[in-house]
């Protein structure tokens, strides 16, 4: 699904990542860890394709494509869904007809029949129930005035609804209280499947109680240090960065 | 002397004036003050951002009403017709009593083109000692215009509207909006046009104590028409103007408001939005006095601007020494697509008075990248996610208007805008 090649990145002349190597199978979960400041969010913008983060050495292969000559909406496209660690405000652009006109550029990309108001609704609704949220904060401009945890739960919506094939949580789990947590949790297993991988991007062993990764990869300084299977987020709780070998930022 | 606008409008008068209606000697008196005063130049304060010269050098005389319109132009520019409401049309500042449907008003209400009136208000063509040139030159030289009366109590309930269709020359229209006591009304303006023409027009309104107008523009010219216009609007006590100026259209347009709140309690709300491409000039000036106290007033234009364009913005607020506990407040904001576009903002608060609350900003800036990215990340294409965004933009003031026919035509005038600029960027 995604291979990550000796990946060199800057931004703004400075080298942030220093050589990923990171293989994620098709339907598997890695979890990503790291101190502030690692790198974890420039390898998630650099996988959505943000302007300004300049891959300067090494591959990412998407479905054997190469992704850093698409474009954002490109990768979008093809399934690649980031969910942002700070959603941005937008005033004015309704949280519903932005997802709509979303679902339909992925559905022509795809060759599927475009939605039509009444059928998106219900298609959306279906996945609100999944969520347990109701429909309130898509009528507002997208995530205008939204707390934290709304912004995020509303991140994980959209997901459920663009159905990608790869999903890049970005700290999803901060700024969730328990029990969103859990709904939140449980609406990313349930869209786990043989066709679609995910990298989650977490500080807290909490989250990966409930999404069980496959792997866990250790950032720091811009590299992996370590990866391992899920025990290594435990023993991360445990004994902090340091013990892992691993500079603190 | 090589033809100008100017010198034609000069040389005309004579041959014009048997055929103009009214008050001949205000007419007379109005040319000569033109004639001192010449076509405004950057030079004049209040003209400081806008030059008139290709206005001048485009040598278009006083219109004579000829031009052909069919009933299926008119019908392409009215509104829904799903919705009730009163048309007149003018056509080169003339009014078509052919074209027009001005239907069944309440009693007392009088609604007409001033050619179909039965009688002219006596001082119809009188300007004060400091009226700029361009109002002075409508009173040389104004065959017609609307005429509104809603007489005290009434409430007219459909929005009048107001169609100036364009085609050739100089029209100079000169519209009179006058509310009784506690009367209400929506009336809309809207400009439109193909060809080359100037548009020069006056609208006069008067509000007296606690009457409500809501007066809104859609000025769609034609891309070599010439618009100056200049709405004058006199608020009594616990009176409202309500005010907004949709500007999209022209080569170079201006458009100028001089509201005075003259009684106390009084409200006035000027909103606006201009969308400027290609070498268009797109000025609003606009003059907020209180002369009253215990009266507010909030002012808010916004802007977007592409390729070469070029906006002004002047917003004057007077609060004279007597208008204590006075609210003023404006905000002009611009969105630039281009680096090649420019804007000319200057607020200008003249505070007389000790106890007001006034504030005012200014600001410029470009497309948000971090919005645009989120939205490209969802799919959206970069032209689109452009386009929703400079939507967004404008449509959080318009979405505000409470008419909906009239609300609808401006979003469709914005979506326009926006399909056109983005074809252009297509071809360039
Ligand atoms: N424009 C920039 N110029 C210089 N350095 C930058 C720029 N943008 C990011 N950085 C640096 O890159 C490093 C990695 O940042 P990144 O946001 O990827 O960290 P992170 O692992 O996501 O941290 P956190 O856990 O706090 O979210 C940081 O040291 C940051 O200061
Ligand atoms: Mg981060």
Redesign the interface.
Known sequence: MLEIKNLHVEVDGKEILHGIDLSLAAGEVHAVMGPNGSGKSTLAYVL????GYAVTKGEILFQGKDLAAM???E???EGV??G?QY???????SGLS??K??VN??RK?RGIKELDAMEFLKFVRAKLKMLEMGDDLLKR??NVGFSGGEKKRVEVL?MAV?EPRLAIMDETDSGLDIDALKIVSSGINALRGLDRSMLVITHYQRLLGYVVPDKVHILSGGRIVRSGGKELALELEEKGYAVLGADAA | MSATTHALHLDRFEAAKAGLPGDARARADALARYAKLGVPTPKLEAWHFTSLKPLDEAALAPSDAKVAVTAATVAGHALSTSHAHHQLVFVDGHFRADLSRIGTLPKGVVLTGWSAAKSLPKDFLAEAADAGAMRVLNAAYAADGAILEVPAGVALAAPVHLMFLGASGAAHARNRITMGEGASATVLETYVGTGRYWTNAVTDISIAAGAMLKHLKLQTEGGEAFHTAATAAHVAAKGVYDSFVLSIGGKLARNEIDAVLKGEGGRVKLEGAYLARARQHIDNTTIIDHAAAHCDSEERYRGVLDDHAYAAFQGRIVVRPDAQKTNAHQLNENLLLSDRAEIGSKPELEIHADDVKCGHGATAGEIDEQALFYLRARGIGLEQARGMLIEAFVSELIDAIADEAIRDRFTASVGGWLYDAQGARRAA
Do not use: C, K, N, T
Not at chain 1, 48 to 51: I, P
């Open positions: 959505a394709g943000r302007d474009s954002p909406e990768r979008a496209r869904f980031l942002f959603p941005v405000e937008i005033p004015g652009v932005f997802l006109a979303a550029e992925v990309h401009p997208i959209q663009l």
